[in-house]
């Protein structure tokens, strides 16, 4: 009737091990998620503790800032953009000797740098620098919001 080969044997077995294998790791990453398990760590910055986030975090939360201020066709969340959380931001990036975080350091420190002295000339292509580098599909910047809707201290 049903001739099974060795290979035919070879080939569901493997197949089935792969699902089982699938199966388990997506309700672990789901648990740890749920559980509110956040791959992030501390630095102490003059006896006060700050919690480090991850690059892509990083990025997002720049990203989100950026869209307050940006033209585009889409815009996917926003963050409020502070002095004090730009100046986090720094500390962060700084702080993040990943070699993930090594090939973005330069450009990230220049976009927070040049948000903290209020200068948003360039917020269109910090935007777009940090929406490709998330690997954006739409919503790519065209511009910049008039000059009232942009922070107080800038320029």
């Known amino acids: 009737m049903f001739r099974i080969t060795k290979l035919k044997l070879g080939v569901t077995l493997i197949v089935g091990v792969v699902a089982v294998l699938s199966v388990i790791g997506v309700n672990a990453m789901s648990s740890k998620r749920i559980a509110g398990e956040n791959p992030s760590y501390a630095v102490d910055r003059g006896g006060e503790q700050l919690s480090i986030l991850p690059k892509k975090d990083v990025m997002v939360e720049m990203h989100e800032m950026a ?21 986090e931001l720094i500390v962060e990036v700084n702080s993040d000797e990943s070699a993930t975080m090594a090939e973005y350091k330069t450009r990230l420190l ?41 922070p107080a201290w800038s320029i």
């Open 67 to 87: 869209n307050n201020y940006v033209v585009a066709s889409t815009v996917w969340g926003t963050e409020e953009m502070t002095l004090e959380r730009i100046e």
């Open 110 to 150: 220049e976009i927070l740098t040049g948000w903290k002295g209020g200068d948003f000339t360039k917020l269109a292509a910090d935007h777009n620098y940090l929406w490709y580098a998330l690997d954006g599909t739409v919503g790519r910047a065209t511009g910049v919001k008039d000059n009232e809707d942009l």
